[in-house]
């Protein structure tokens, strides 16, 4: 199957940052063959897509999701939480208890439709069911196909619901690596999921590392997300968190560690030497008052930072231009953060890479075919100097015209082409209302 895609705007997001701005891109099955200025002239392909000059880009990450929380969205929890504590209390410590399984496929499917539309193509997601997991990762995965959508998968081991939920976790976390990972094919593959420091005893936390040793991948855990996570774990276990962590060997090239908020210029450097990868949620965190990560501090040590949105939507764009305008209000400076904002975007795209067998984020002979059409029409010259300002002030107010993803057509002409939209968000209110009874 070949699929030609002409008259495209092209940011290459190569290392030289290279736009073509009239080009096309053949692809042949999953993988992209050619990346060309001018026209086509070669063998008929199969599809051809006219982009009629809009951008295309690679298919985005979001290094940080929790799709479960799609049904949270309107929820009366009859009261207003005061702080992050009771925030994970009152809110989703109450909500994950009552998912069913059912719960689980709408409320993937509706966010991830969702994230297609701004241009993600790959979603790396944090879920949690306490009372619903064995198989639970497979419902997930269900959704993500069903939208076509790439993925990486873990469960949120955690001890605040006993020993054997605990257990649970670690093997739901096994068994859907063990059905995955070893597929070059598969287009969602699995990790080790820990919810965070202050829930997680020292014997799950060997456990979940032990057990992800053994299967060739790294853990996924909140870090220092609130000032709780801390003084929790000096108080359990007379260590600072990511000191806990790295005495473990759980701080790898393979190790996602979210939020990384309340960490002190020791942790930073350990974080870096570790090779761990450190996601920025600055929009989730504003939401919950915690704090504001330290991301020119990390950078500045050659930490692996990602960008993640932490279920507050699927799309990156609003959360990337967060980053930004936050930095400059918190330092005071309008000077700053820009390249760092490529620095998040690549790293995305690095950390996907570790996952799948061919690569992913740059449009390019040999790369994956996961890419994207945004309904842009660039309003002043777009060259590989000024590509940023118009992510923050352009793209982030645009859709998607057309998405592939291992180089299938999942979105065209922005409707879904395997999906009844309509039908499924009625469905899911169905779904939601039922939950909310539960809840």
């Given at each position: 199957?070949?699929?030609?895609?002409?008259?495209?705007?092209?940011?290459?997001?190569?290392?030289?940052?290279?736009?073509?701005?009239?080009?096309?891109?053949?692809?042949?099955?999953?993988?992209?063959?050619?990346?060309?200025?001018?026209?086509?002239?070669?063998?008929?392909?199969?599809?051809?897509?006219?982009?009629?000059?809009?951008?295309?880009?690679p298919?985005?990450?979001?290094?940080?999701?929790?799709?479960?929380?799609?049904?949270?969205?309107?929820?009366?929890?009859?009261?207003?939480?005061?702080?992050?504590?009771?925030?994970?209390?009152?809110?989703?410590?109450?909500?994950?208890?009552?998912?069913?399984?059912?719960?689980?496929?709408?409320?993937?499917?509706?966010?991830?439709?969702e994230?297609?539309?701004?241009?993600?193509?790959?979603?790396?997601?944090?879920?949690?069911?306490?009372?619903?997991?064995?198989?639970?990762?497979?419902?997930?995965?269900?959704?993500?196909?069903d939208?076509?959508?790439?993925?990486i998968?873990?469960?949120?081991?955690?001890?605040?619901?006993?020993?054997e939920?605990?257990?649970?976790?670690?093997?739901?976390?096994?068994?859907?690596?063990?059905?995955n990972?070893?597929?070059?094919?598969?287009?969602?593959?699995?990790?080790?999921?820990?919810?965070?420091?202050?829930?997680?005893?020292?014997?799950?936390?060997?456990?979940?590392?032990?057990?992800?040793?053994q299967?060739?991948?790294?853990?996924?855990?909140?870090?220092?997300?609130?000032?709780?996570?801390?003084?929790?774990?000096?108080?359990?276990?007379?260590?600072?968190?990511?000191?806990?962590?790295?005495?473990?060997?759980?701080?790898?090239?393979?190790?996602?560690?979210?939020?990384a908020v309340?960490?002190?210029?020791?942790?930073?450097?350990?974080?870096?030497?570790?090779?761990?990868?450190?996601?920025?949620?600055?929009?989730?965190?504003?939401?919950?008052?915690?704090?504001?990560?330290?991301?020119?501090?990390?950078?500045?040590?050659?930490?692996?930072v990602?960008?993640?949105?932490?279920?507050?939507?699927?799309s990156?764009?609003?959360?990337?231009?967060?980053?930004?305008?936050?930095?400059?209000?918190?330092?005071?400076?309008?000077?700053?953060?820009?390249?760092?904002l490529?620095?998040?975007?690549?790293?995305?795209?690095?950390?996907?890479?570790?996952?799948?067998?061919?690569?992913?984020?740059?449009?390019?002979?040999?790369?994956?075919?996961?890419?994207?059409?945004?309904?842009?029409?660039?309003?002043?010259?777009?060259?590989?100097?000024?590509?940023?300002?118009?992510?923050?002030?352009?793209?982030?107010?645009?859709?998607?015209?057309?998405?592939?993803?291992?180089?299938?057509?999942?979105?065209?002409?922005?409707?879904?082409?395997?999906?009844?939209?309509?039908?499924?968000?009625?469905?899911s209110?169905?779904?939601?209302i039922?939950?909310?009874?539960?809840?």
């Open positions: 199957m070949t699929i030609l895609i002409k008259n495209a705007y092209i940011l290459t997001f190569d290392e030289n940052q290279t736009v073509i701005p009239e080009g096309y891109i053949l692809i042949k099955d999953n993988i992209i063959q050619e990346v060309q200025a001018g026209s086509y002239n070669g063998i008929t392909p199969d599809t051809t897509i006219d982009a009629n000059h809009r951008v295309v880009t298919g985005l990450v979001n290094a940080h999701m929790h799709c479960y929380s799609t049904f949270s969205r309107g929820l009366d929890i009859g009261c207003a939480p005061s702080c992050f504590v009771e925030i994970l209390e009152k809110l989703w410590w109450r909500l994950d208890k009552k998912l069913s399984t059912k719960d689980l496929y709408y409320s993937t499917l509706i966010p991830t439709m994230a297609i539309r701004g241009g993600v193509t790959t979603f790396i997601d944090h879920h949690a069911s306490p009372h619903c997991i064995p198989g639970c990762l497979d419902e997930v995965e269900r959704a993500l196909l939208a076509g959508m790439r993925g998968l873990c469960y949120e081991t955690s001890d605040r619901d006993g020993l939920i605990a257990q649970q976790g670690i093997e739901e976390n096994t068994r859907f690596i063990q059905k990972n070893n597929n070059k094919d598969a287009l969602v593959k699995g990790t080790y999921g820990l919810h965070a420091s202050f829930t997680v005893s020292d014997n799950t936390l060997q456990q979940t590392i032990d057990n992800a040793n299967n060739n991948v790294g853990i996924h855990i909140h870090l220092a997300e609130d000032h709780a996570d801390q003084t929790l774990t000096l108080t359990q276990y007379k260590k600072r968190l990511v000191h806990r962590l790295s005495d473990r060997k759980a701080l790898n090239d393979k190790s996602i560690t979210a939020h309340w960490v002190d210029e020791n942790e930073k450097d350990i974080l870096a030497n570790s090779q761990a990868w450190v996601v920025h949620n600055p929009r989730s965190n504003m939401n919950n008052a915690v704090g504001v990560m330290d991301l020119l501090g990390l950078i500045q040590r050659n930490a692996k990602c960008l993640g949105t932490d279920g507050m939507c699927g990156i764009w609003p959360d990337l231009r967060t980053v930004a305008i936050l930095q400059k209000l918190q330092h005071r400076d309008p000077r700053l953060v820009w390249n760092e490529w620095t998040l975007l690549k790293n995305n795209y690095q950390l996907a890479n570790i996952f799948f067998p061919i690569p992913q984020g740059q449009l390019q002979k040999n790369h994956l075919a996961d890419i994207v059409i945004f309904n842009y029409y660039p309003p002043t010259p777009l060259t590989q100097n000024n590509i940023l300002g118009h992510f923050l002030f352009g793209f982030a107010h645009v859709q998607a015209h057309t998405v592939l993803i291992n180089g299938k057509i999942v979105l065209q002409n922005y409707e879904f082409l395997h999906l009844d939209e309509k039908e499924i968000a009625a469905k209110r169905e779904q939601a039922d939950f909310a009874k539960r809840f």
